[in-house]
């Protein structure tokens, strides 16, 4: 038993549980920061890996736009925290930052432990304590209050608790759900929930020859009656038994659920920047005025890296080495068809094991976006990924993470 009483309790020591715990403490209030690991900040140590990216050069207005419908939830944790402030609140405790490509915003020792270190230093100038190896169990009440976290072999007592345990991705860096559980139990409601920024597997096992180079501006689109509205554009990597890269990441949000209802979910990829049938024969007659001679082969090789190319022909039953006017005419169209849409069929993925992030958690709509408190329980207060909200990679969700994170530590 343990009789101290704190003014604040945060279960988890990401980003949204470590400067919850730092904002509240500037504010005069005694913190307690639980951490069921035996050292904090494990999955921000991991980060882009290793690399942390923070944060991206957007406006409020984009960046929410790029969460879907859920993001206007974020306006008032933006507004009170938004890209500036969070490189300004870096600065402050010693981590410079840059944007080497006017987007994305890193330490500039590109490292994760540089942050890790800053933050550690934080929380000892503010007397913040910080107690691992220890998993809370059950959230305390005395009527609709919150009065503190049973762990293991403690009851801690708090005037306030706010739960930063994250999402199900990468278990072995501690995410259990843990979050969802003490909040279920509390009659919150969490949606379902899947893996997300991830590879995906695929049926087709030609890709594996192509896994080599990287394949700019492809867009996807899913090949499903009822979600032909779901698309993505960006950088794609064929790998030994799928696909990868930044557009698949952030795909993959829409893709897992669909695979959890279908059991397949088959994909078009435009490999050609975007380029038409029409305009594929175009480009062809041109490239063939200066060299008539070259193969079928050598011509797709102009446009595509050569073992893509030499797939695409197989697909095509087209011989490599034959030339471009000597082909079939119902299969010169076929291989045409397959540079606008290659189809190509996901059929599986590494689960959570190797999710970035998770799609789903507690319920916005229980949750007070000027407050992050619960609408349920009083003084309970939630940020971070164990909400209902992901964004795509590029700084979204370790910026979500720091707002909704600064937001909660107001205890307002």
């Not at 951490?35 to 690399?51: F, N, P, Q």
Request: charged share 25%; hydrophobic share 40%.
């Amino acid at each position: 038993m343990n009789s101290d009483k704190y003014d604040l309790i945060v279960i988890g020591s990401g980003a949204a549980g470590i400067i919850s715990a730092i904002i509240a403490a500037r504010e005069g209030k005694k913190v307690l920061l639980l951490e069921k690991l035996s050292k904090i900040a494990s999955k921000l140590k991991a980060t882009g890996g290793g690399r942390c990216n923070l944060t991206n050069t957007l406006s409020n207005e984009d960046f929410m736009a790029r969460f879907g419908r859920d993001g206007r939830f974020m306006q008032d944790a933006l507004s009170a925290f938004d890209n500036k402030a969070l490189v300004s609140f870096m600065d402050e405790i010693g981590v410079q930052t840059h944007a080497p490509d006017g987007f994305r915003i890193f330490p500039t020792s590109h490292s994760s432990a540089t942050i890790i270190s800053a933050l550690e230093d934080e929380m000892k100038r503010l007397s913040i304590e910080v107690l691992c190896n220890e998993r809370a169990e059950r959230l305390l009440l005395i009527g609709e209050h919150i009065s503190g976290v049973k762990t293991q072999d403690k009851q801690l007592n708090a005037a306030n608790v706010i739960v930063a345990t994250g999402g199900l991705g990468y278990p072995v860096l501690g995410a259990e759900g843990d979050g969802y559980n003490l909040a279920s139990e509390l009659g919150h409601k969490v949606t379902d929930l899947s893996p997300a920024m991830m590879p995906l597997r695929t049926k087709e096992e030609w890709v594996k020859n192509c896994r080599a180079d990287t394949i700019a501006k492809v867009e996807l689109r899913v090949d499903l009656k009822k979600h032909k509205k779901l698309r993505a554009k960006g950088d794609l990597i064929f790998t030994n038994h799928g696909i990868r890269g930044p557009v698949v990441l952030d795909f993959a949000r829409e893709i897992t659920p669909l695979l959890k209802k279908y059991g397949e979910v088959p994909l078009l990829l435009n490999l050609t920047k975007g380029k038409n049938e029409e305009e594929i024969q175009k480009y062809f007659k041109k490239e063939l005025q200066k060299n008539p001679s070259q193969t079928i082969l050598e011509l797709v090789s102009t446009l595509l890296p050569k073992p893509l190319s030499q797939e695409l022909c197989n697909l095509a039953k087209i011989k490599s080495d034959e030339k471009y006017k000597k082909i079939d005419g119902a299969k010169r169209a076929k291989l045409i068809s397959l540079l606008v849409w290659t189809p190509l069929t996901v059929n599986g993925h590494d689960g959570f094991r190797l999710a970035m992030i998770t799609r789903g958690g507690i319920s916005l709509k229980e949750i007070d976006p000027k407050t992050m408190q619960s609408r349920i329980i009083k003084s309970l207060y939630f940020c971070g990924e164990v909400m209902n909200l992901d964004g795509p990679c590029g700084g979204y969700n370790l910026q979500w993470s720091f707002a909704s994170g600064h937001l909660a530590g107001k205890l307002l």
